[in-house]
């Protein structure tokens, strides 16, 4: 079940790192295990390309914290975002 989303329509590719960094940092510390990140299909882009959407494949890989991602069900964005699963967090030890 999806917890939390972030959209990075309308992002260039920094703002979009940015905002994905602090985003997975955000719902990491608070527990959330599956989250969103719509990253759009081109359509605005001056080629129609994807551009984010390969590029936050490629952030979301070098994230220690995260398991797994695929393509969105087509109700939560389809090939306009990824659903995201975080690792399980293990207890501090003291």
Request: proline share 3%; hydrophobic share 40%; net charge positive.
């Given at each position: ?12 590719r920094?703002e ?11 719902w990491?510390?608070?527990g959330?295990?599956c989250?969103?990140?719509?990253h759009?299909?081109?359509r ?6 994807p ?12 994230y220690?914290?995260?398991a797994?991602?695929?393509q969105?069900?087509l109700?939560d964005g ?5 659903v995201?699963?975080f690792?399980?967090?293990?207890p501090?030890?003291?």
């Amino acid at each position: 079940m999806i917890q939390e989303s972030v959209d990075l329509h309308g992002c260039n590719r920094e703002e979009a790192r940015e905002l994905l960094a602090a985003f997975v940092a955000k719902w990491r510390k608070h527990g959330v295990r599956c989250v969103r990140v719509v990253h759009g299909k081109g359509r605005g882009s001056p080629r129609k390309d994807p551009v984010l959407k390969k590029l936050v494949a490629g952030w979301l890989m070098n994230y220690d914290c995260v398991a797994a991602y695929c393509q969105a069900r087509l109700v939560d964005g389809g090939a306009g975002a990824l659903v995201v699963l975080f690792k399980s967090q293990r207890p501090k030890v003291d």
